[in-house]
């Protein structure tokens, strides 16, 4: 039996598997530019993140329809459960999508489909988090809350993500404002590749009470101090992080010192049909990689329902 657990960190569009893309082209009638499944996987070498993002973004062009959205979110919450995830935050992309001419109703009512029914058909709670592409402008931003107002009720907070150097937290200030003003949780990536100073100035600036990745903390001592005092979550990927090459080899991934400094840590799974494996896939290589103990295993999946947005009577939502 797996160890239940959380997701806080994972990107819808990212659970694409090779197999329903290729079944969803064929539906849609497009033609994808892979012969196939084996040859679209041979493209799942990764330099960077923006050269993930590009295959990303192309992938997902395949989904255009509410019963595509569907599908995909049952796909994903059918392997989740299997690796003991009890409660879900989901991240999407709508910018991703309404540039294509995707309707923002088409993304979050096809999603909802599935969501909405998961805990009766998956046994697994969710949440939904509209991310805004920060490689976009603040008034693309701006124009998505917007184009969201009509399904905030199947929206749980705001995040940032997409490409991270170059656009700093503080471009996004008066979304968050106004996300906030409409009684959005907020989350953002912050120093995944950017510096340790997007962090704080995602904490600072956008009024984050979770960090998404926050690995590059570990550059800052001051910072992991007020991480630590303030019982700020970070939701890391060790995946994902060796297949982006933000670290050299699992073996390598700062998680223990992490823990051990006292953060608290919650283990994800990013984009998990991209980077090796879902959540459990992470937990087990974190495991076998890290020689982390059963203790710390059990350590890491409570932080996973203390560090998300369930109702829950820890001291931690106190401040
Ligand atoms: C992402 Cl790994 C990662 N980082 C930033 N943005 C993303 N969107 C999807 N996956
Ligand atoms: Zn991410």
Redesign the pocket.
């Known amino acids: 039996m797996p160890l239940p657990k959380a997701e806080l960190h994972l990107?819808i569009e990212?659970t694409l598997e090779p197999e329903l893309a290729f079944a969803l082209a064929a539906r849609n009638g497009l033609t994808l530019p892979w012969a196939d499944t084996e040859e679209l996987r041979h493209a799942y070498r990764f330099e960077d993140?923006q050269s993930?993002?590009n295959l990303?973004y192309e992938l997902m062009t395949v989904l255009r329809t509410e019963q595509d959205f569907e599908d995909l979110a049952n796909a994903y919450l059918a392997r989740a459960a299997a690796q003991g995830v009890r409660h879900a935050e989901i991240f999407f992309?709508p910018q991703a999508h309404l540039a294509r001419g995707v309707a923002m109703g088409t993304v979050v009512e096809g999603l909802w489909r599935a969501l909405g029914a998961s805990e009766a058909n998956h046994g697994i709670s969710t949440a939904l988090i509209l991310c805004f592409l920060r490689d976009e402008s603040a008034a693309s931003a701006l124009a998505t809350l917007d184009a969201a107002k009509p399904h905030l009720d199947r929206i749980t907070g705001v995040g940032l993500?997409?490409a991270?150097v170059g656009h700093p937290p503080v471009k996004f200030r008066e979304v968050f404002e106004a996300a906030a003003a409409l009684g959005l949780r907020r989350v953002a990536?912050a120093g995944?590749e950017g510096p340790p100073e997007y962090i704080t100035e995602a904490l600072d600036v956008l009024g984050v009470e979770r960090v998404d990745h926050g690995l590059r903390c570990m550059e800052d001592g001051a910072l992991v101090e007020r991480l630590v005092r303030e019982r700020i979550p970070l939701t890391l990927c060790p995946l994902?992080n060796v297949r982006?090459r933000t670290v050299d080899t699992l073996a390598d991934h700062p998680l223990p010192a992490m823990l051990d400094a006292g953060l608290l840590c919650t283990v994800n799974s990013?984009?998990p049909a991209y980077f090796g494996g879902y959540v459990g896939d992470n937990f087990d290589a974190v495991a076998e990689r890290l020689g982390l103990t059963e203790d710390r295993l059990r350590e890491l999946a409570r932080n996973s329902f203390l560090a998300s947005f369930l109702e829950h009577d820890e001291e931690r939502r106190a401040r």
């Open positions: 990107h990212g993140l993930f993002l990303y992309d993500d997409s991270e990536h995944e994902s982006l990013d984009d």
